[in-house]
């Protein structure tokens, strides 16, 4: 808990979101701040956070919502997916560079921003393309030559950093899975309406992705672990004006995690057989199935689009390399956070159905 006379006012940007909500839970459980969630839409009500509604498009409506709101430290998880990276950097970094600039009166102690590994694989539309840095990917790594909106956001951070004089951290990580409806990319929740979809038109439970996944060793990111890493480097010496790599700690194969999966989902696994078999081709047209299960089991979102994102853990799953992520820099500056994956898919699958998200 902090002391009475320094308070911490956080600004959880992106509080709608897979990471941002997550953020705002662990500084619920942490204690000590007083919390804003900045967002259009409004994040799930808690009488302990209060929302900021503001469009990070929009330089004068962010210096309107925060001017005088006393902030201290900024958790800045927001993105907004564009058609091209020309559009993501032009977009993304504004968004990064308004919002600190809209904060530059007030007493900003610490920046922290997410990223992912797209830093070291380059940009959706040009995955793998050029000079990859050798797996498992450290933080050292040169950047690659392909633009990116990830430089784009680290250089308004970067810049904003030396004129006002806070501390930053940058948090890379790889596909993030968490509870979140209607957000861009959501690989579990993606995964439970999969499974029963196919438990409902009685078809297998088809892993969509290419071999190397399937047979290669990967890992991945709970939003709750990287929360507490974005919040241990915001509170600790060890974590200023680093980047670092975050990903849950154990390492594992898709063909040893799938049939767990659809062992926890009650649906019958099937594993990569020649080719990829995306979701995207898997489950065209299932909108209707969708509706159907949505009145039946009494479901709160009847629209697919809002907790499925085929395309994101196709592109994830459909990768032709091998991703795997070094956690040794965070963990010698002291954040030994740990989740087993398996635990992590499981646990918002429950929570998924627990409030009625999947039947
Ligand atoms: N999800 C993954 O699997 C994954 C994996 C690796 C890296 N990452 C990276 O992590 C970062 C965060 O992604 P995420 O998946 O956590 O995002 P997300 O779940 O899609 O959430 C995005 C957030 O940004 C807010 N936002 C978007 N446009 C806005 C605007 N104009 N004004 C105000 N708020 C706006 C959204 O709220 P409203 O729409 O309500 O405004 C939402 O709260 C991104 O850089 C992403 O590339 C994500």
């Given at each position: 808990?902090?002391?009475?006379?320094?308070?911490?006012?956080?600004?959880?940007?992106?509080?709608?979101?897979?990471?941002?909500?997550?953020?705002?839970?662990?500084?619920?459980?942490?204690?000590?701040?007083?919390?804003?969630?900045?967002?259009?839409?409004?994040?799930?009500?808690?009488p302990q956070v209060e929302h900021v509604a503001a469009d990070l498009r929009d330089a004068d409506d962010l210096a309107r919502a925060l001017g005088g709101t006393g902030v201290t430290h900024v958790f800045f998880?927001?993105?907004?997916?564009?058609?091209?990276?020309?559009?993501?950097?032009?977009?993304?970094?504004?968004?990064?560079?308004?919002?600190?600039?809209?904060?530059?009166?007030?007493?900003?102690?610490?920046?922290?921003?997410?990223?992912?590994?797209?830093?070291?694989?380059?940009?959706?539309?040009?995955?793998?393309?050029?000079?990859?840095?050798?797996?498992?990917?450290?933080?050292?790594?040169?950047r690659l030559d392909t633009p990116n909106f990830y430089y784009e956001q680290e250089d308004e951070l970067f810049a904003a950093a030396a004129r006002a004089g806070f501390t930053w951290s940058v948090h890379r990580s790889h596909t993030v899975i968490g509870h979140a409806v209607g957000n861009a990319m959501n690989m579990a929740s993606t995964l439970a309406v999969q499974a029963a979809l196919c438990?409902?038109?009685?078809?297998?439970?088809?892993?969509?992705?290419?071999?190397?996944?399937?047979?290669?060793?990967?890992?991945?990111?709970?939003?709750?672990?990287?929360?507490?890493?974005?919040?241990?480097?915001?509170?600790?010496?060890?974590?200023?004006?680093?980047?670092?790599?975050?990903?849950?700690?154990?390492?594992?194969?898709?063909?040893?995690?799938?049939?767990?999966?659809?062992?926890?989902?009650?649906?019958?696994?099937?594993?990569?057989?020649?080719?990829?078999?995306?979701?995207?081709?898997?489950?065209?047209?299932?909108?209707?199935?969708?509706?159907?299960?949505?009145?039946?089991?009494?479901?709160?979102?009847?629209?697919?689009?809002?907790?499925?994102?085929?395309?994101?853990?196709?592109?994830?799953?459909?990768?032709?390399?091998?991703?795997?992520?070094?956690?040794?820099?965070?963990?010698?500056?002291?954040?030994?956070?740990?989740?087993?994956?398996?635990?992590?898919?499981?646990?918002?699958?429950?929570?998924?159905?627990?409030?009625?998200?999947?039947?």
């Amino acid at each position: 808990m902090t002391s009475p006379e320094a308070p911490r006012t956080a600004l959880v940007v992106g509080a709608s979101g897979i990471t941002g909500s997550a953020i705002v839970s662990q500084l619920l459980e942490e204690g000590g701040w007083r919390i804003l969630a900045l967002s259009r839409r409004a994040p799930a009500a808690h009488p302990q956070v209060e929302h900021v509604a503001a469009d990070l498009r929009d330089a004068d409506d962010l210096a309107r919502a925060l001017g005088g709101t006393g902030v201290t430290h900024v958790f800045f998880t927001a993105w907004s997916r564009q058609d091209t990276e020309a559009e993501n950097i032009r977009v993304n970094g504004g968004m990064v560079r308004d919002l600190l600039a809209a904060l530059s009166t007030e007493p900003v102690q610490h920046v922290a921003l997410v990223t992912g590994l797209k830093h070291y694989l380059g940009p959706f539309e040009a995955y793998a393309a050029g000079e990859m840095p050798d797996t498992p990917f450290h933080e050292d790594e040169e950047r690659l030559d392909t633009p990116n909106f990830y430089y784009e956001q680290e250089d308004e951070l970067f810049a904003a950093a030396a004129r006002a004089g806070f501390t930053w951290s940058v948090h890379r990580s790889h596909t993030v899975i968490g509870h979140a409806v209607g957000n861009a990319m959501n690989m579990a929740s993606t995964l439970a309406v999969q499974a029963a979809l196919c438990k409902r038109l009685d078809r297998p439970f088809v892993f969509p992705g290419s071999e190397t996944q399937w047979n290669g060793l990967t890992d991945m990111t709970d939003a709750g672990l990287l929360a507490e890493q974005m919040l241990w480097a915001a509170s600790s010496p060890a974590g200023a004006d680093e980047a670092f790599n975050i990903v849950n700690g154990d390492v594992f194969r898709w063909r040893w995690m799938w049939p767990r999966l659809a062992a926890h989902l009650g649906v019958e696994p099937e594993g990569f057989d020649t080719e990829p078999r995306p979701l995207e081709q898997q489950m065209a047209g299932v909108e209707g199935t969708w509706v159907e299960l949505v009145a039946e089991h009494g479901l709160v979102e009847a629209d697919l689009s809002r907790v499925a994102s085929w395309w994101h853990t196709d592109g994830d799953l459909g990768r032709d390399i091998e991703v795997v992520t070094d956690m040794s820099k965070s963990r010698l500056a002291g954040f030994t956070g740990y989740r087993r994956t398996l635990d992590a898919f499981t646990a918002i699958f429950d929570r998924l159905r627990e409030e009625r998200i999947v039947p």
